[in-house]
């Protein structure tokens, strides 16, 4: 396997990750990602799907660059424009318009309050419509630790927005 495979086979499970940790795209830690793969290509035992490897190598490199230094300012959230346009609603006229608006507000403001293990989890799930197993393979825990955080993460935000519901 080249690097054009590498690149060409997991362009999108990388962003979908890099964006699911930092909320944003990151060229720069895509890059990085795929010269790792292709140094530890090598490494690699083929008991896992790739995908599923490499995407623990794409959210291990967006942790540590969130961590990092020049970043400890900037927190992880998610893009509020993008997160309130992906929460669709069937109703037409302006006001429902702006009432829907107004509404996914509170619910990103609500998600982006979350500890980041809860947001991370509850972004995958719910915003993504990755699978359980999915989830577990990337966050590289057991699938009761995901659908726990899951659990608290949604009494969390069923809480906080108790008022809506």
């Given amino acids: 396997m080249n690097i054009k495979d590498i690149i060409d086979n997991n362009k999108n499970n990388v962003k979908k990750v890099i964006r699911l940790v930092l909320g944003e795209e990151n060229e720069?830690?895509?890059q990085e990602v795929y010269i790792k793969a292709w140094q530890k290509k090598n490494q690699y035992n083929e008991c896992g799907?790739?995908?599923g490897w490499i995407g623990t190598?794409?959210?291990n490199f967006s942790k540590d660059y969130a961590k990092s230094s020049q970043n400890k300012?900037?927190?992880i959230s998610t893009s509020d424009e993008e997160t309130v346009n992906?929460?669709?609603d069937?109703?037409?006229n302006p006001e429902?318009?702006?009432l829907r608006k107004e509404r996914q507000k509170r619910i990103v403001k609500a998600i982006n309050s979350l500890k980041p293990k809860f947001k991370e989890v509850i972004m995958m799930y719910e915003i993504d419509g990755l699978s359980y197993e999915y989830i577990a393979h990337v966050l590289n825990c057991p699938i009761g630790t995901v659908k726990s955080r899951l659990f608290n993460a949604k009494q969390q935000l069923a809480e906080m927005l108790k008022d809506m519901i």
């Fill in 28 to 30: 720069d830690i895509e």
């Fill in 49 to 51: 799907k790739f995908t």
């Fill in 57 to 59: 190598i794409a959210k």
């Fill in 73 to 75: 300012v900037k927190k």
């Fill in 86 to 88: 992906s929460i669709k």
């Fill in 90 to 92: 069937k109703s037409d």
């Fill in 96 to 98: 429902s318009a702006l």
